[in-house]
């Protein structure tokens, strides 16, 4: 079993899970990426899973769903290609994965995210990311704030997979409002990595 990430606008992780040449999928908010890594790596699509309504998130599930074997799962609403519909505490089982629904409005009124505590993970979509959480679009704050409490009653070990990469915005946004010591280090470290991946070869 093996979890990667296949990028796609300018910071979104189409999240992907994979055994053996089977996949599914997280929120393939555009196609093409996503048909050329199954053409160039002979996998086949199983699922899709939709964490909410956002184009950024579903805009390749009509391409794709012609490349699939199984359904298309997502939130309770209108999502264009949506085979199974699904709300709290339902579940879908996918590949080797079993996962359970937490409705988690806040940023959509529809959002979801799908929790597999066999394995310690949850995909949150656009709820929670590194250093922040998701801008409250359609909800309200009290409703942000539960659903974050949610997430946060899982288990500690619990893996996180968000949709977006914002860790070095939302941080220069918390350490212009928080000085704190975690939050320096933190961020220090962040750089760092980032500045790894840039220039992998620099010499410190």
């Known amino acids: 079993m093996r979890i990667f990430h296949i990028p796609a606008y300018t910071d979104n992780y189409i999240w992907v899970m994979q055994s053996g040449s089977d996949i599914s999928i997280i929120d393939p908010g555009d196609a093409s990426p996503v048909l050329n890594h199954i053409k160039n790596n002979d996998l086949n699509i199983v ?36 085979d199974i519909q699904v709300s709290e505490n339902d579940e879908v089982k996918t590949l080797d994965y079993e996962f359970s629904v937490l409705e988690t409005p806040g940023h959509t009124l529809d959002h979801i995210a799908y929790v597999e505590k066999r394995k310690q993970l949850v995909f949150c979509g656009d709820t929670l990311f590194s250093a922040g959480c998701g801008r409250v679009f359609e909800g309200t704050f009290e409703q942000m704030h539960n659903s974050i409490q949610k997430i946060n009653q899982l288990d500690p070990e619990t ?10 915005s939302n941080l220069k946004f918390v350490n212009s409002e928080i000085n704190d010591n975690f939050i320096k280090e933190y961020t220090s470290e962040i750089t760092q990595k980032f500045k790894m991946a840039l220039f992998p070869y620099q010499q410190n």
């Open 47 to 82: 699922d899709i899973l939709l964490t909410h309504h956002h184009f950024d998130h579903v805009g390749g599930t009509l391409e794709l769903k012609k490349h699939i074997s199984g359904k298309v799962y997502g939130p309770v609403g209108d999502i264009n290609g949506v």
């Open 159 to 168: 893996v996180i997979y968000c949709a977006h990469e914002y860790t070095e």
